[in-house]
C-alpha cells in the first residue's frame, strides 16, 4: 500500500499568515493526489484534486501544486475560518490511503 | 446540490452485524462511484472499497475483505455497508462519500456523508 505522510502534524499561525503543508508518498503518484479540510463533528471536505484544481466553491487562496512524490497544499493569507484538519489522499491505486493530518490553528 | 445523508448511530457487541445506509440526492446516482472509509478516534482514515450503482459491482480492501459487502439499490438512491463479526477495533466513524471514479481517477471524494458513528461495546 502507498504510505502517505504529512508535515507538520500541527501548527500555529496568524490572521493573514501564509501557510504550506507538505504531503509525501512513498511511491510516485504523478498527480493522483487530493486534499481534504475537516473540523470537530463534520465531514471533509474537498479543496484541491488532481494535486493542483481547485474544486468548485473553495476560495482562492487555496492552492496546491507538486508531482511524483512531494506535493504542497498552501493557504496564501489565513483566515480565521481555515482552522481545521487537513488531509492528503492518494488516488493512483486501491487501496486509496490517506496521510494522519495537519491540525492548523488560526491565532 | 449533490447530498449524501446517513443512517444514525448504533451500537453492537462483539461478533454483531452492522449495516449502514447513504442516501443520495441531487445528482444522477449511477453516474459517481460510492466510496466507504472509516475514522477511528484519532487515527487515520482507512478505505474500505466502493460499489459502482451502474454495474452493481464493488471493491473491497484486502483489510476488510469477507467482512464487508457494498451494495446499491438505485431505485431509492442509496448505498450500503455491511460489515460483520465485529470487534472493538471497528469502533470509528463510517463515512460514505462519492467519486467519479474506481480505480486510478483524478476525481476526489465530493460529496461525503456526516458520518454514522459504530461503537462495538459489550
Redesign the interface.
Known amino acids: 500500500d502507498i504510505q502517505m505522510t504529512q508535515s507538520p502534524s500541527s501548527l500555529s499561525a496568524s490572521v493573514g499568515d501564509r501557510v504550506t503543508i507538505s504531503c509525501r508518498a512513498s511511491q510516485k503518484i504523478t ?2 493526489l ?1 486534499w ?1 479540510q475537516q473540523t470537530p463533528g ?5 479543496l ?3 494535486a493542483s ?1 481547485l ?1 468548485s466553491g473553495v476560495p482562492s487562496r487555496f492552492s496546491g501544486s507538486g508531482s511524483g512524490t512531494d506535493f504542497t497544499l498552501t493557504i496564501s493569507s489565513l483566515q480565521p475560518e481555515d482552522s481545521a484538519t487537513y ?1 492528503c ?1 492518494q ?11 495537519t491540525k492548523l490553528e488560526v491565532k | 446540490q449533490m447530498q449524501l445523508v446517513q443512517s444514525g448511530a448504533e451500537m453492537r457487541k462483539p461478533g454483531a452485524s452492522v449495516k449502514i445506509s447513504c442516501k443520495a440526492s441531487g445528482y444522477s446516482f449511477t453516474d459517481y462511484f460510492m ?1 466507504w ?1 472509516r475514522q477511528a478516534p484519532g487515527q ?4 474500505m472499497g466502493w460499489s459502482n450503482p451502474l454495474s452493481g459491482g464493488a ?1 473491497y ?3 476488510f475483505q469477507g467482512r464487508v459487502t457494498l451494495t446499491t439499490d438505485t431505485s431509492i438512491t442509496t448505498a450500503y455497508m455491511e460489515l460483520t463479526s465485529l470487534t472493538y477495533d471497528d469502533t470509528a466513524i463510517y ?1 460514505c ?1 462519492a ?1 467519479r ?15 454514522s458513528l459504530v461503537a462495538v461495546s459489550s
Open positions: 498527480t493522483y487530493n481534504y463534520k465531514a471533509p471536505r474537498l484541491i484534486y488532481g484544481t474544486q488531509f489522499q488516488s493512483y491505486i486501491n487501496p486509496r490511503t490517506f496521510g494522519q493530518g | 466510496h472509509m487515520e482514515f482507512e478505505w471493491e480492501s484486502r483489510k463515512y462519500a467519486s471514479g474506481g480505480g486510478r481517477s483524478l476525481s476526489g471524494f465530493d460529496p461525503w456523508g456526516q458520518g
